[in-house]
């Protein structure tokens, strides 16, 4: 079925579906990774991504998944106990990964689809001494969407640095990363920037850099320092994965022709269609709602609550029937929920067709 897939049709919250030209860029030959064609072509993504990160800061390319700069993130964080903010699958990795670089690690969790309240935060940074606090900005699993800009405040407060997942939020989420002053914030190639998986993305700040120059457990291969001082060459600490970058210098150029505040409206817009779409079945009798609350939703992934006697499994399975894509369920909320990845490429009108699936599958399915 998937190789009949047409374009417009695969809305699973990642990875999300690539427009066919970013593919194509794939199939070009090879060349050194040590030499002014390759700088030329790094410099070009480097201005790509520090226009989608709103930096002007270089933007660190691994060859890795996102959870590769995750673990960065802490490993290179200056030395103390880490607060952990937990709400779903994502942000409790982002724990796991800083309690297994042996960091003494805090969780502040609230249930799957909540945001944290901002006084509660505020209350264990006070009690506490903390050198960094991990949040996730776009909730992959639960669609909830924290606010990065007022989290960073209040850890600066407290003297206290903040490392942000955006992995499904920059590119589609609004992410100032310099007016924010985010001190570490990272996203993974395959979510709203519409490429394939394989390459993360990631800015740290002057400030955080300097902690990351003393640490004494930085590792080799997500060491900040060395890819801070290859960046600023054009170049990778180790070899990177070129028919990847490719596809970022193609991907890059639409994006930057597009600009930032039309693609942040595009996706805030379909969110707004499926908050619109939730309301009418809800009004057609089908008890099913958003998970994340109202003032906090995601404009790239919404999780929609299910009856109990319908699975995030059942729906994926028949919305397929109609040719496709959503995801089930993530984590804990795997049964309970679908998951719909309205980001990268897509428009409001291709959603609206997913979106008439979905209804159709959910009535289907209410019926057995």
Known sequence: MTEALQFDTFFLPGPTEVPSDVLAAMSRPMMPHRGAEFESLFARIQSGLQFVFRTRRPVYVSS?????????????????????????AFSARFAAIARACDRDTQVLEVPPGSVHEHSAIDEALAARTFAAMTVVHSETSTGALADIATLARIAHAHET????????????????????????VLTGSQKALALPPGLSFAVASESYVRHARVSSARGVYF????????????????????????AADVQLERVRAEGMEVRWARHQGMRDSVIRWTIECQNAGLAVAILAPEDARSPTVSAITLPVRISGDMIAN????????????????????FRIGHMGEHRPEGLARCLDACGWALAECSRV
Not at 224 to 246: G, R, W
Not at 318 to 337: I, M, P, Q, S
């Open 64 to 88: 890795s998944s996102a959870t590769g700069l995750m673990e960065a993130a802490v490993r290179c964080a200056p030395p103390g106990p880490v607060l952990a903010l937990v709400n779903g």
């Open 161 to 184: 640095i903040i490392l942000v997942d955006s992995v499904s939020g920059v590119g589609g989420a609004l992410v100032e990363t310099d007016e924010w002053d985010l001190d570490f």
């Open 223 to 246: 060491d900040v320092v060395e890819m801070e001082e290859f960046a600023k060459k054009n170049q990778t600490p180790s070899t990177p994965a070129i028919s990847l970058l490719y």
């Open 318 to 337: 028949k919305v397929a029937e109609r040719g496709f894509v959503v995801g089930n369920g993530y984590g804990a909320l795997k049964d309970r929920t």
